[in-house]
């Protein structure tokens, strides 16, 4: 662990590093201003954050607020599977074609104010950044494509992630990741912020845009009512992989972003629940997605032969044509050739069978096999 992860890991604010102050007072009273102890470094450190972020969001709403009033957003291309699933590879190889853009890290971590500060603030938080993340030793930059997901955590304060920051209280965010037990007005904002954020990355870069967050993929009706033409691409991979790399992902996740102690002991329930919910979203919706708008992607396939499944992935939705992409596609994936993932502890039989009961569609649906 070098010096950057282990200063973020104990200090950093994480997730809320682009929260304004007054949405970090209303998301403390929201959650009756529990903060741990020795969480405190990392309180102190957003508070402060949220002063700057106030002041140049006030700045970037008046010089932008006309420029970005007539805003038509292009139809993205989504990208949608749970955490661990292969989101991000897809992502990046998506990414290559520079006919489309991408939020980056930074963008994502500071929506109020990227079009204001970017350029300048770029290399100082970047000297802070870790180069690769603690969960799997994936390429770290501010500049590479994110979870969109990350900006509406702090600028809707309506995101499951936000159960990173207060895991004592993440049963109280779990209805954000479906949004079918949120009121109208819970949705009405949350759209709203989805649709500021998506509208200065268009006006900034007149691109489609390539949008990827694991909880969209429960939420297909509501990003077809903001986005009736958009696209989808869904990868999947194999449960028990996804489980024990989700498992992995959301203990860092806690220690980068927790404001309290991490709760790991009902963290096998809590992925358990949170896939299958997700998954009982997709399986429910998924027949809302126009003919032609949606198209399957499975990661251990992609993983073996990415250009022939970006090939597939480009006829099915009809996309421009690959060829003009090609050559950047195949350096990244030479780039990334050898690339090693992690390896994990077996899981024990009673929770490997949980698993597989608990799962059981996904297992049936895309034929992975049982036992």
Known sequence: MDWRTRL???????????????????????????????????????????????????????????ALKDVVVQPPLFVLGH???????????????????????YQVSFPHQFLTREAKELPRFSFFIPRRRPMDNVELNLVLPQEDEFALSVASLKSPCLGWVFPRHRERFEKYLTFKEASPEEIAEWQDAFLRFVSKLQWRDNRPLILKS???????????????????????RNPHAVFQSSRKTFQIMYDWHGLHEPQLQDLD??????????????????????????????????????????????????????????????????????YEKNSFVQLSSELKVRIEQEWKTCFEEWNYPIG
């Open 8 to 66: 973020l890991s104990r200090f950093g604010p994480g997730l809320l590093v682009g929260i304004t102050l007054a949405n970090w007072i209303r998301l403390l009273r929201s959650q009756q201003w529990s903060v741990d102890l020795c969480r405190l470094p990392r309180f102190a450190l957003i508070t402060v954050q949220s002063l700057q972020n106030s002041f140049w969001q006030a700045r970037e709403r008046s010089r932008y607020a006309l």
């Open 214 to 236: 694991p909880p969209h993929t429960a939420r297909i009706r509501l990003l077809l009512e903001m986005f009736p033409q958009a696209k989808f691409v869904h990868i999947h």
């Open 269 to 338: 329930d809590w992925i358990l629940r949170q896939y299958r919910e997700m998954y009982a979203s997709y399986f429910e919706e998924r027949a809302l997605i126009p003919r032609g708008h949606l198209h399957e992607v499975q990661f251990e396939t992609l993983e073996k032969n990415p250009l022939d499944e970006m090939r597939r992935l480009y006829n099915a939705l009809e996309l421009p044509d690959i060829e003009t992409a090609e050559p950047d596609l195949r350096r990244y994936i030479g780039l990334h050739s050898h």
């Open 83 to 105: 955490w661990r699933s292969g989101t991000t590879m897809l992502h990046h190889l998506l990414a290559q074609d520079r006919r489309f853009s991408f939020p980056n890290a």
